[in-house]
């Protein structure tokens, strides 16, 4: 007779989208955001998706204040900035 081992396989779950998606946004919200924060989007929406979800999250509101915080992504959304005139002074 054959006997069949038994394989017991561990498989370790790790949170990668997620700590990508945070990591790439935070640094998104102060350098090369038009780079980083739309990465940290689709890095979040996949960690969602993996079931991360506050990993997830966390991630994507880190790419939206990146966007948000971005001159260059700013333009390219045709979004208007703020002009503040104050005694023919343009701030």
């Known amino acids: 007779m054959i006997e069949k ?48 979800y506050i990993a997830g999250v966390i991630g994507i509101l880190f790419s939206i204040i990146g966007v948000l915080t971005s001159p260059i992504l700013m333009a390219l959304l045709h979004l208007p900035s703020i002009t503040y005139i104050r005694h023919g002074v343009y701030l």
């Open 5 to 52: 081992e038994t394989k017991i396989i561990i498989k370790e779950q790790t949170q990668i989208y997620g700590v990508l998606s945070i990591t790439l946004g935070f640094i998104g919200i102060f350098i090369f955001s038009f780079i980083f924060s739309p990465i940290a989007f689709i890095l979040g929406v996949l960690a969602i998706s993996k079931k991360e």
